[in-house]
């Protein structure tokens, strides 16, 4: 199986530890004492400094390049995949645990409890998914048009498609998803079409 990496092999901070050790090695050579202790503190001396130099770089590095920015994108992205994820466990979860309770394995006391902490996880995770925005549309022809080095503004979100997409609630006009049963802010039941 092989093994691909993304970024280039050689790093800045490889290059500061080589500069280091090298420095070392030729300070151990052309060092006038040849006491162990001298030597040892010469050379830790000098690989510090190397050490001090990666800590320069990386201080500085996000504020000259735009990879933070990229990385900060595909972070989020993953938090986003990571809830979405850690909802479905938590849902199922929750039908597991109603099908163990009608098949006699969980006493009901055991029953409530469980299942109380699990739709509370599962009405914060929902929430917090809610917080996010959800115009992914306008964000990734933003992010290609950056790419592309042109700037093309994205199309506003409402066209056809999300409309026909959403279901507006008669009780407190909130957009739902087109599967709704129910409104996802008041609960009501939402007209079939």
């Not at 466990?89 to 039908?95: C, F, G, M, P």
Request: positive net charge.
């Amino acid at each position: 199986m092989a093994t691909t990496t993304e970024g280039p092999t050689f790093r800045p901070w490889h290059f500061f530890l080589l500069v280091g050790m090298a420095a070392a090695t030729v300070a151990v050579q052309q060092a006038s004492s040849t006491d162990a202790g001298h030597l040892v503190f010469m050379s830790l001396a000098i690989v510090s400094a190397g050490y001090a130099g990666v800590m320069v770089l990386r201080t500085i590095g996000p504020l000259v390049s735009d990879e933070a920015g990229e990385a900060r994108t595909s972070r989020g992205a993953r938090t986003r995949a990571a809830l979405e994820r850690e909802k479905a466990l938590v849902l199922r979860s929750i039908k597991e645990l109603e099908f163990d309770r009608a098949m006699g394995k969980v006493a009901d006391a055991d029953f409530n409890d469980m299942v109380s902490r699990l739709r509370a996880r599962a009405i914060g995770l929902m929430q917090q998914l809610d917080e996010r925005p959800a115009d992914y549309r306008a964000a990734i022809e933003r992010e290609v048009a950056a790419r592309r080095g042109r700037g093309a503004e994205p199309r506003p979100a409402g066209g056809p498609d999300e409309r026909v997409a959403a279901r507006l609630c008669g009780a407190c006009d909130t957009r739902n998803e087109a599967d709704a049963r129910f409104c996802k802010q008041c609960g009501a039941p939402l007209a079939t079409a």
